[in-house]
């Protein structure tokens, strides 16, 4: 059976995934990336981004058989590390025993195999330092920066989160496409927590926190031992990127505000003088998809902070999502681009909350002992009715629970915890009633 020519505008995690999924359907799928072979020319200085990669992701991996290979570089991490100013660390495990846990790889490492994968796969071709400028939605037209041209039956933006294609879309429908992009007030930066003496400088079994009010650092561990450390600060104010300039200024910013670090970054000033400072943001755009024929997946259609660690997990269910509509619309893309972004865009929007959520529970709570009595809180319950309430951080990482209905699930149970609580007071408040009026 003959089959569509599809062009994946894109080669990182997502487009790469994404073309040795529609490989394996029998498409010849051609994808175009604008940087050169990363491969070849390694990762950017100070844009690693370790992800925390965990069932969603994995889910999607197995169904082409790279969960294993991709493991097998991964390190697990069972919980979190917390790192009080004035105190001693403390661990929080992710789940009830203790034994499941999210998974830090190199963002390098992954869309290094994932490249593999897709090149390996019978029809598919990638093409490198392709910047695409041009695209005409109605006769799949593409136009690229160093003037060369191609045509596709299908064109799918995997292309990230300062995606071409939805600029393109943008100009192309006007008023009929809607974008906005919601930055945060914050950006980041990346640090090297080298190894020492030849071992990991803290625990590599789990994610670190320095949670500090307004600001944090976390780190995840790496195969050689050394730890990606990354800085979420303000950019603008005291304590902000912007403020802290000279190398004196940060050493004397983590001498107060992360003390057991200064020892353990020897190239602190280099590497925070160097490595450029990253933007946060939320995506919000739709139509996700055109004419039948032109569609947005991952970043590029939902891009979301990475507070719960789910950018990548979440783009990778975009993939397994268009896979499975392909499969119950027989290949009809003009019905299955539509089922696509009906099944997903509510479930992005899910996530986005919940991970701009995440982000203030990081900064600000978890180093809060009324916070850790609610985690023990939240376990008990879990023990004590085992199925039947779930903690949320369970379901969106060791779960392929939708993330909207983990959402309306987490909703009932606080309502009826606090339904519960009522009756609870209600019952000792007569029962003291009763007491006193004997």
């Not at 998974?103 to 071709?125: F, K, M, P, Y």
């Not at 943008?170 to 190894?195: M, R």
């Not at 670090?261 to 739709?286: F, K, Q, S």
């Not at 032109?294 to 783009?315: C, E, M, R, S, T």
């Amino acid at each position: 059976m003959s089959r569509e020519h599809v062009a994946v505008i894109g080669a990182g995690l997502t487009g790469s995934l994404l073309a040795a999924y529609l490989g394996r359907r029998g498409y010849r799928v051609d994808v175009y990336e604008r940087r050169s072979d990363p491969r070849v020319t390694g990762a950017e200085r100070g844009r690693s981004i370790n992800l925390a990669l965990s069932e969603r992701g994995l889910d999607a991996l197995r169904r082409i058989g790279l969960a294993d290979q991709v493991l097998a570089g991964a390190l697990p991490m069972h919980g979190r590390m917390v790192h009080p100013l004035g105190g001693e660390a403390n661990f929080q495990p992710y789940s009830l025993a203790g034994d499941r846990a999210i998974n830090s790889i190199g963002r390098g490492a992954l869309n290094d195999a994932l490249l593999d994968a897709a090149e390996q796969t019978a029809g598919v071709t990638v093409h490198f330092d392709r910047a695409l400028t041009g695209l005409d939605p109605e006769t799949g037209n593409l136009g690229f920066a160093d003037g060369t041209q191609a045509k596709a039956d299908i064109v799918l933006g995997a292309d990230g989160s300062g995606s071409a294609v939805r600029g393109l879309l943008l100009a192309y429908a006007g008023e009929q496409f809607q974008e906005t992009v919601s930055f945060l007030d914050y950006g980041y930066k990346e640090l090297t927590i080298p190894a020492r003496d030849g071992e990991f400088a803290l625990d590599p079994g789990a994610l670190h926190i320095w949670p500090r009010g307004t600001s944090m650092m976390i780190a995840l561990p790496n195969p050689d031992r050394s730890f990606t450390g990354t800085l979420f600060w303000p950019m603008g104010g005291t304590g902000s990127f912007a403020s802290l300039g000279s190398p004196a200024a940060v050493e004397r910013h983590f001498g107060r505000h992360y003390p057991d670090l200064l020892e353990l970054i020897p190239g602190l000033a280099d590497d925070y003088r160097h490595n450029p400072v990253g933007l946060l943001g939320t995506v919000h755009c739709g139509p996700w998809q055109m004419l039948g024929r032109v569609a947005l997946i991952g970043d590029a259609a939902h891009a979301i902070v990475p507070f719960y660690g789910q950018g990548a997990n979440a783009a990778f269910e975009d993939v397994v999502e268009l896979d499975r509509c392909l499969d119950t619309t027989g290949d009809d893309w003009a019905a299955a681009l539509p089922a696509y972004e009906k099944g997903r865009r509510e479930n992005s929007e899910a996530i986005a909350a919940m991970a701009l959520a995440n982000f203030v529970e990081m900064r600000d709570k978890v180093a809060d002992p009324l916070f850790k009595l609610g985690k023990s809180i939240e376990h008990t319950l879990e023990r004590w009715l085992p199925g039947r309430y779930v903690s949320r951080y369970e379901m969106v990482s060791f779960s392929t629970t939708p993330y909207a209905q983990v959402r309306r699930r987490v909703r009932r149970q606080h309502q009826a915890l606090a339904a519960a609580g009522l009756l609870a007071a209600a019952g000792l408040a007569a029962l003291v009633g009763r007491a006193v009026t004997r």
